[in-house]
C-alpha cells in the first residue's frame, strides 16, 4: 500500500447497535441479521454497553466480587445465560475503577462498558445475534485489530554537541534549529544559503512566540503513538511523572487502574512500561514527541516548540506516553480507547494523534481502502471510542485551571485525498493538514472544508531528488530511536504537521498559564484559528513533484494548486496565538474545597495569582469552628474541623483578593459510588 509516512490507520469496522425496548426505557431493536464483521475483528471477543438502569445489579457483581478475581458473568439472568452459552471465561470492566474519577466516568455512561471474552470457536456472527436480542444491552460492538502501514521509514542523521555556524542568529543553541524551519523559517535551509523553494515566514512562528514564554511544567500533552523514548537525552526531562509509580511496577501506587505507569502507560502490551526498542518500532512516537517539547537551548540536538529554556531553567511542557503500537503487537479499539481515557483522567489537556482511518476518497487504485465518510457512520462503527474522545473533550482540563476541557489533535491523513480522515474530522477535533516550506500544500495531504490548520509537515516528494534514497531536504527534523539507542532524524506527513499543531497549543496554554488565565477549551481553540493566517492567496498555479521520487524511474506529477483553496485551514501562528491570549480569557480561580471532618487539602496559591511565586499571602476564616486555614510559604494548608461549610480569603502582597469557600461533610473525599 501506498504512503507518505507511517499513517496509524483503522480498517472498516461494523457495529452493531444492540438494544430492545424496557419497561423503563424506550431502546431500539438492533437488526442482527446485517452484521458484517471486518476482517480484523477478534475472535472470541465483544464489547457490550448496557442499558443506564441496570447500573447497580453490575456494580454489585463488581464489588462483591475478591480483588484481582477474573468476573466470568454479569449478574444478569439472561445476559448470563447467553454468557454460558458462548463459553465467556472473563467479564470485564472496560475502564478500570479509579476511586479519584469514578463519579464523572459514571455520568459519562462509561461504566457501563464492558469486554467478553469466549469460546474462540464461538461463531462471532452468531455471537453478536445471541447478545444483540437481549434487551439490557444498549450498543454492541467487535473488538478489533489497529495495524499501522509502514511504508515510508525514518531518515536517521547524526547530530553533533557543538553548535555550528549559522546563516542566522536563534534564541537556541541547540545545533539542529537551523533545519527545523518549521519553527523558524527564513528562506534558508540546514544553515546554507537560499533555498529554492522555500518562503520566509512559512513556520508556525516561534521566533516571536519564544521571546514571550518557552513552555510550562503544568501543561500535559499525551502523546498516542508508538512509545515515547522516555530517557532520550533530549526529552528526558519534559517527560511526564507520575509521581510514586515505579516504571513497569507490577504495583498500582495511586489506584488508578493502572500499574508502574511512571510516564504513561503501554496500552498494547497492558504494561506500565513504554517500550521503544523492539524491530518493529519506527520512532514515529519518539519524532512526534521531539516536535512538541524536545528540551531547548540544552546545546545538543533539536529544538521544539515548547519545550522551555534549559539555559534558563525554564522548564517545558511535560510529554504522557499513551502507547498503543508496541513493535509488531496489534493495537485495538479497547486498548485505544482507554488511552484516551487515561489521558483525561491524569491530568493532560491535548491528545496528540498522528493517527486515523483512512479518507472516505482515498483511492482504492493506489491501495487504499476508503473510512468513514461521516460523524455518524464513524460513531456507528466504532461507538466506544466516540464516547472515550468526548469524554476526553468534556473532562480534560480543570474549572480551576488554565483550560477547562481538552484539545484533540489530529492528522488529517496522507491519501492524496479531498476530504480528512476520520476521527480528525469530526468537527469537535482539530484536523491538521501539511505544508511545504513554500506555503503550498504537501503533495501527499488530505484535504477538505474538514480541515482547520495547517503546520509545516515535509515534502519529500517536492524536494527531493529524483532517484536518491537519502534526499531529506523539505522533510521534518527531530528526535528518533535507531536500533534501540537515541538518535535524531527526518519524517514527512501529516504526522508531522500535527504536533507543531499540538505543540502551539501547549505553548498558548504555557503563556496562560504565566498570565493565570483561564480558557474553555472551545474558547482556546477558537482563538488558535483566529490568530492562524490565511494561506489560500499562495494556491495558484500547478506544483510540480516526483511521486515516489527515490524510485529513477519517478514521473513528474502536476498538481493544480486552486483545488485547495478553502480546504486546507490556516497556517497556525504561535506569535500571534499569544500576543491574543494577553487579552483574552478570564483571571484564574481558586477552587472551592469540599473535605470530610480531621482532613487537609493544599492549595498552590502561586498558580493563581500573577508572578504568584514572588507574592507573600495572608489568609482569613469566617467561621474557624468548621475549618482552619494557615499559610507555608505560597501554599494554602486547609484542615476540617467540624461538618459544615465556611469561607477563607486570601490577600497577597500585590493587592490582589480572593475568597473561596470550603465545605465539610461526611464522606467527601469519597466518589459517592459505591
Not at 416 to 437: D, E, I, N, R, T
Request: proline share 4%; net charge negative; charged share 20%.
Amino acid at each position: 500500500m501506498i504512503m507518505k509516512k507511517i499513517l496509524y490507520v483503522f480498517a472498516t469496522l461494523l457495529m452493531l447497535a444492540a438494544c430492545s425496548d424496557d419497561a423503563h426505557v424506550d431502546i431500539p431493536q438492533p437488526d442482527s441479521s446485517q452484521t458484517v464483521l471486518p476482517d480484523e475483528a477478534i475472535e472470541g471477543e465483544i464489547l457490550i454497553k448496557f442499558a443506564p438502569e441496570l447500573s447497580d445489579i453490575l456494580d454489585e457483581a463488581l464489588q462483591t466480587r475478591a480483588a484481582g478475581a477474573c468476573a466470568t458473568r454479569s449478574g444478569l439472568p439472561s445476559t448470563d445465560e447467553v454468557l454460558a452459552i458462548l463459553g465467556a471465561y472473563s467479564f470485564q470492566r472496560v475502564f478500570p475503577v479509579d476511586p479519584a474519577v469514578e463519579q464523572r466516568t459514571r455520568e459519562a455512561g462509561l461504566h457501563l462498558w464492558y469486554q467478553v471474552k469466549f469460546d474462540k470457536n464461538v461463531n462471532l456472527e452468531e455471537a453478536i445475534a445471541k447478545l444483540s436480542a437481549l434487551g439490557e444491552i444498549s450498543k454492541l460492538q467487535c473488538n478489533r485489530k489497529i495495524y499501522r502501514l509502514n511504508n515510508k521509514k525514518a531518515h536517521p542523521v547524526e547530530t553533533g554537541k557543538a553548535t555550528a555556524e549559522r546563516a542566522h542568529e536563534y534564541k537556541f543553541n541547540d545545533p539542529g534549529l537551523g533545519k527545523q524551519w518549521g519553527y523558524i523559517n527564513h528562506g534558508s535551509y540546514d544553515f546554507e544559503q537560499p533555498w529554492a523553494k522555500s518562503i520566509a515566514g512559512c513556520d508556525v512562528g516561534c521566533d516571536e512566540a519564544w521571546e514571550l514564554c518557552t513552555g510550562d511544567p503544568s501543561i500535559i500533552v499525551a502523546v498516542m503513538d508508538e512509545g515515547v523514548m522516555y530517557n532520550h537525552p533530549d526529552l528526558a526531562a519534559n517527560m511526564w511523572v507520575n509521581e510514586g509509580e515505579v516504571l513497569g511496577s507490577d504495583e498500582d501506587a495511586d489506584n488508578n487502574g493502572y500499574k508502574g505507569d511512571k510516564h504513561g502507560y503501554n496500552f498494547a502490551t497492558d504494561r506500565g512500561y513504554i517500550a521503544t526498542t523492539g524491530s518493529g518500532d519506527s520512532g514515529h512516537g519518539t519524532h512526534v514527541a521531539g516536535t512538541i517539547a524536545a528540551v531547548n537551548n540544552n546545546g545538543i540536538g533539536v529544538s521544539s516548540v515548547a519545550g522551555g529554556n534549559a539555559a534558563t531553567g525554564e522548564q517545558g511542557v511535560k510529554i504522557m506516553a499513551c502507547q498503543i503500537f508496541d513493535d509488531s503487537n496489534s493495537a485495538t479499539v479497547l486498548m485505544e480507547s482507554k488511552g484516551v481515557k487515561y489521558a483525561a483522567d491524569n491530568g493532560a489537556t491535548i491528545l496528540q494523534c498522528s493517527w486515523g482511518y483512512m479518507s472516505p476518497d482515498a483511492n482504492p487504485i493506489l491501495g487504499f481502502t476508503p473510512g468513514p465518510a461521516s460523524v455518524e457512520e464513524w460513531e456507528a462503527m466504532y461507538p466506544l471510542e466516540k464516547e472515550a474522545f468526548d469524554y476526553f473533550l468534556k473532562n480534560a482540563g480543570s474549572p480551576n485551571g488554565v483550560i477547562e476541557g481538552g484539545i484533540v489533535v489530529f492528522a488529517a491523513g496522507n491519501e492524496f485525498a479531498s476530504s480528512a480522515s476520520f476521527p480528525g474530522a469530526y468537527s469537535k477535533f482539530v484536523c491538521v493538514s501539511a505544508l511545504a516550506a513554500d506555503y503550498t500544500p504537501a503533495t501527499y495531504t488530505d484535504y477538505g472544508i474538514e480541515i482547520d490548520l495547517s503546520a509545516p509537515g515535509g515534502d519529500g516528494d517536492y524536494y527531493g531528488e529524483v532517484g536518491s534514497s537519502e534526499e531529506c531536504e523539505g522533510m521534518i527534523y527531530s528526535t528518533l530511536v535507531v536500533d534501540g539507542k537515541p538518535s535524531y532524524g527526518y519524517y514527512e506527513g501529516s504526522s508531522m504537521a500535527c504536533p507543531h499543531v499540538s505543540g502551539v497549543a501547549a505553548l498558548g496554554l504555557s503563556y496562560a498559564a504565566k498570565l493565570r488565565r483561564h480558557f474553555k477549551a472551545e474558547e482556546f481553540v477558537e482563538l488558535m484559528y483566529e490568530t492562524a493566517t490565511d494561506i489560500d492567496s499562495y494556491f495558484t498555479g500547478e506544483k510540480l513533484s516526483h511521486y515516489m521520487h527515490t524510485s529513477p524511474g519517478s514521473s513528474a506529477t502536476k498538481t493544480d494548486l486552486t483545488k485547495y483553496i478553502g480546504k486546507m485551514g490556516r497556517l497556525v501562528d504561535a506569535g500571534a496565538l499569544l500576543r491574543a491570549i494577553e487579552g483574552a480569557g478570564k483571571d484564574m480561580k481558586l477552587p472551592n474545597i469540599y473535605i470530610a471532618p480531621d482532613e487537609e487539602n493544599l492549595i498552590a496559591l502561586d498558580r493563581f495569582f500573577v508572578n504568584g511565586e514572588e507574592l507573600t499571602y495572608s489568609c482569613s476564616v469566617a467561621n474557624a469552628e468548621i475549618a482552619e486555614a494557615a499559610i507555608e510559604a505560597t501554599t494554602l494548608r486547609v484542615k476540617a474541623k467540624t461538618v459544615g461549610s465556611t469561607q477563607i480569603t486570601i490577600v497577597t502582597s500585590g493587592g490582589a483578593e480572593q475568597t473561596i469557600t470550603v465545605t465539610v461533610r461526611d464522606g467527601a473525599s469519597d466518589s459517592g459510588w459505591l
